[in-house]
Structure formats: structure tokens, C-alpha cells
């Protein structure tokens, strides 16, 4: 058995590394609702599933298998707060539990890499889905002392969801589980064209050729801007990172005037249970310089759990 | 499209790099044979809707053992969102097809430099994104420890053997394809 309300804290790289904000916030959400987090020493990138996976995925078993070893070190279920940790790390996982054949293999080939042998015995796990499932926005509620009200405009990315037969969530097609969280923070989702689109960064395309990545992007952020969302709110910080650079990259070469504010589910989060702007990061944001969150305080932070 | 797969399997012989197994592979990987060229992956493609990306068309130059699509470009511009793998009718998964060429691709040496540097710098740093000084400052300012203690720190602090164990066994490629020519000459 793993150890309860325990977690092994996955960072990956683009949120210790860009967004270190993200990382700050997670801490203090999750800390607040009563987890653990532990360290993950030695742990690389998940490796990303658009490069790694492509060039080569025996390679690709291997160094994630080696970062879900270290967490099964830690006797814990990795939290990941990025789409392609997860999908990285949850697939592995789940393949290597069910398949004997390349569990072999790829504990062969471990053994070049330290002391690590694949065992099978933890889960990954996805923030926006332990906060929209375990916790619930039944059971946020009592830990806020404010509500945000605003206009966000939700994106899901792809590898939280899809495969659905790999990750067991929900419905790619209609998913509503940030939507129904995020309502209890005040905050309310516009629905815009081609909403569950991808960002345009995945899959090794960004790396390969900006042009295409920036072309898919440009047709998202038109259907945002139709809807003049107050924030746009994410769950992934490579598509975080697509927001943020890619509205600049826009403005600069396409004679777009785009200014939106990228926020991610756990800074949002943060700031509801009561952390300071200045840790959420907001001074920090390539978009949107001007804006802070505002909202109302509904209680104070001793009243809230 | 008159030929049977035998005929088109003979082809395979036009490159003597190539492993004639990796079609089968495909077929035992995937439902590959199950395509019956609806064209629903394509009209799914977030990437293909901009971009030459023509899912359906790469199915079918797979299934008539057509090496040229381990050379075609375009098989670089997936994104890997996972539209046409959920909604295919005949459950193909051509998300995991696309996967399969892109290794095969890259074990004929055909990978973008951008591509090679990405692995170069998941070998250095243990990272494909390394960090900067702009945000180890920020990270002091939010109150995290300058660096995350992932396996760079360490190689930092002078103990590089996971990154040197990464950098021996991970992630070989081919070498640049420019310079074989050379050397060739």
C-alpha cells in the first residue's frame, strides 16, 4: 500500500523551469488540503511524449520507468501538474503493470541506468484531477476565503484526457471537470469555437516547425478573443507556455494585439485559499501585466480548514 | 491500387538500410489492415486542417509498404492530440502509426536538428527545457530553492553520474546525414 494523503511531487521541466510560480502554488494548495509532497531527487525530465516518444519509445519506457521507480522509493503516487508528464508517466505506468514482455526489458535496461526496478506498486495522477474528483468542488468549498469572479476561458489540452482508454478520466468530447471545480471559486467558463483544440505545441511540432505551431495556435486565440475571456486558464504548462509566448510571437509577426493573462489551475486555486498575488506570480506574466486577480474576501483565512 | 501487399513488400528492397520487419511490426502494433480510408482521422486533424498533414493518406502508404513516408515531412506536423485515435470507426490508432514511423524515421537518421538538440539537452541537463538565471532569480524571490532537485542539481553539486548514464545509453541517434555523405565522397 502507498502512503495516504501522500504524494510524490513530479515537477518536470517547463514548471520548475519557467514557471516556477505554478510550482509555488501547487505546494500551497495541496499542503493546505492536507498532503504530503514529498521530493523527487534525481528525477529528469517525464521524458516528453511528443519528442522522446518519437525518436525512441524503448528509450522512452526506460528513463520514464526510472522516474516512477524513484517514486516507488517514496512508497507514493506521483503528482503530476502537466499534461505531458502525465500522459508520459500514467501511460508508462499503466503499460508496464499489464505488459510482462517490456516490463522485462525495460528493467534490463534500468539496470544500465542505477538501482531501479520497475515494480508496479504506485498510480499517477494529474493535479486538475485529484482537485476536481478527490477533493471536488463539493469539497473546496470550506477552504476558501475568496471568490474570484471572473471570465475564464478554459483549456483542457490533449494528453490529460486522450486516450480516454489509456486514462480512464472522462469524456474527451465533453469534459466538464474543470468547468464544475472552478464555478465554486466564482469563476465562470466561456465557451468559444473549437474550445478542445490543441495549443498547437505538442507532439514535437513546436521544435519542428514554429511556423505550423503558431499557425494552429493563431486559430485558437481567434475563437478566444471572440469571446473576450478575462483570463485564460489552463492545466498544463507547455500549453502554458504556448499562451504566453505565442500571444508575444503574434503580436510581433502577425499584427495581432493580443493580451491575455495565462493562468494556470493550481495559481488560480491558490489564490482562492488565500495565497498572497505576489506568490501566485503574476508579476511574472509575459501577458496580461496589468491584471490582478480581484474578487471578494468571503471569510477569513483562520475560518477556512 | 492494384498491388498486393507482397508485391508492395518487394519494394522494400529499394533501401538496404531498412529492416523489412518494421511493417509487420506496424501491422502487429496496430489495427493497420482493419483502414478502410474513411478519412475520418483526417477531417479530425487539428494539425492537417493547416498544415500538408494528410493522416489518411500516410495509413494507406503504410499499408501498401510505401517507404517514402519515412522521409515525408509531414510526419513531423502531428501533434499528437489524439482526434483521429479516438474517433476512428475501424480502431486503427494512428497516433501510435505515426509514433512508429517517426522512430523508424529517426533510426534512418531522417530527424530534424531542432529534434537532435532537444535530446542533447535532456543528456546535459536531465531536462528537454534547461533552466536560465532569469528564473532560478525568480525562483529565490517565490521562496523555492534555486534549483529543483532533479537530477541537474546534482550533476551541479559534482555528482553527474545519472545524467553521465543518460548521455552513454539513452537516446542514440544516427548520425548528421550531411556528413555520412561526406565521408561517403
Known amino acids: ?305 | 491500387m492494384s498491388e498486393t501487399k507482397e508485391e508492395a513488400h518487394r519494394e522494400y528492397k529499394i533501401d538496404e538500410d531498412f529492416d523489412k520487419e518494421f511493417f509487420k511490426n506496424i501491422e502487429r502494433k496496430s489495427n493497420i489492415w482493419q483502414c478502410i480510408q474513411c478519412g475520418t482521422c483526417t477531417a479530425s486533424c487539428e494539425s492537417g486542417r493547416w498544415t500538408a498533414l494528410k493522416t489518411r493518406i500516410i495509413i494507406r502508404k503504410v499499408c501498401l509498404g510505401d517507404l517514402s513516408v519515412l522521409k515525408d515531412p509531414d510526419i513531423w506536423l502531428c501533434t499528437t492530440c489524439y482526434n483521429c485515435y479516438e474517433r476512428c470507426p475501424r480502431d486503427v490508432r494512428p497516433t501510435d502509426v505515426i509514433m512508429e514511423l517517426r522512430n523508424y524515421a529517426t533510426k534512418l537518421g531522417n530527424i530534424s536538428p531542432n529534434h537532435r538538440a532537444v535530446v542533447g539537452y535532456l543528456k546535459n541537463f536531465g531536462h528537454a527545457v534547461p533552466i536560465n538565471d532569469e528564473v532560478r532569480q525568480r525562483r529565490v524571490e517565490l521562496g523555492l530553492e534555486e534549483l529543483p532537485p532533479t537530477a541537474f542539481k546534482f550533476k551541479q553539486e559534482g555528482d553527474d553520474k545519472d545524467l553521465k548514464k543518460f548521455e552513454e545509453y539513452m537516446f542514440d541517434l544516427p548520425p548528421v546525414k550531411e556528413e555520412k555523405k561526406k565521408e561517403e565522397k
Open chain 1, 1 to 305: 500500500m502507498v502512503k495516504e494523503q501522500t504524494f510524490a511531487f513530479f515537477l518536470g521541466c517547463i514548471m520548475p523551469n519557467r514557471y516556477p510560480a505554478i510550482e509555488k502554488a501547487t505546494k500551497f494548495v495541496m499542503e493546505k488540503l492536507g498532503y504530503d509532497l514529498l521530493e523527487m531527487e534525481r528525477a529528469t525530465c517525464c521524458p516528453a511524449p511528443g519528442v522522446f516518444r518519437s525518436f525512441n519509445k524503448m528509450d522512452w519506457m526506460v528513463a520514464g520507468a526510472r522516474n516512477l521507480c524513484i517514486a516507488e522509493q517514496l512508497d507514493a503516487d506521483i503528482l503530476t501538474v502537466c499534461n505531458g508528464c502525465f500522459g508520459t508517466l500514467q501511460e508508462i505506468n499503466k503499460h508496464l503493470k499489464e505488459n510482462e514482455e517490456h516490463r522485462e526489458l525495460v528493467n534490463e535496461k534500468l539496470k544500465l541506468l542505477g538501482d531501479y526496478e520497475f515494480k508496479g506498486t504506485i498510480n499517477v495522477r494529474h493535479v486538475a484531477e485529484v482537485l476536481g474528483y478527490e477533493i471536488g468542488p463539493w469539497g473546496i468549498e470550506d477552504h476558501i476565503v475568496r471568490k474570484i469572479n471572473l471570465k475564464a476561458a478554459i483549456h483542457y489540452g490533449c494528453h490529460f484526457l486522450k486516450p480516454t482508454r489509456i486514462r480512464e478520466i472522462e469524456s474527451s468530447e465533453g469534459p466538464t471537470i474543470i468547468e464544475d471545480f472552478v464555478e465554486v471559486l466564482g469563476v465562470e467558463s466561456v465557451r468559444f469555437k473549437d474550445q478542445l483544440t490543441c495549443c498547437g505545441a505538442g507532439g514535437g511540432v513546436k521544435a519542428y516547425s514554429g511556423d505550423a505551431s503558431m499557425t494552429i495556435f493563431g486559430e485558437k486565440m481567434k475563437n478566444i478573443d471572440e469571446v473576450k475571456p478575462d483570463i485564460i486558464l489552463d492545466i498544463c504548462p507547455f500549453c502554458h507556455l504556448q499562451y504566453e509566448t505565442g500571444q508575444d510571437y503574434l503580436n510581433k509577426n502577425k499584427g495581432c494585439n493580443y493580451d491575455y493573462p495565462v493562468i494556470h489551475l493550481s495559481q488560480l486555486v491558490a489564490y482562492a485559499m488565500g495565497m498572497d498575488q505576489e506568490f501566485v506570480g503574476l508579476q511574472y506574466q509575459m501577458m496580461g501585466r496589468d491584471f490582478i486577480f480581484g474578487g471578494e474576501v468571503i471569510k477569513r483565512e483562520e475560518e477556512a480548514i
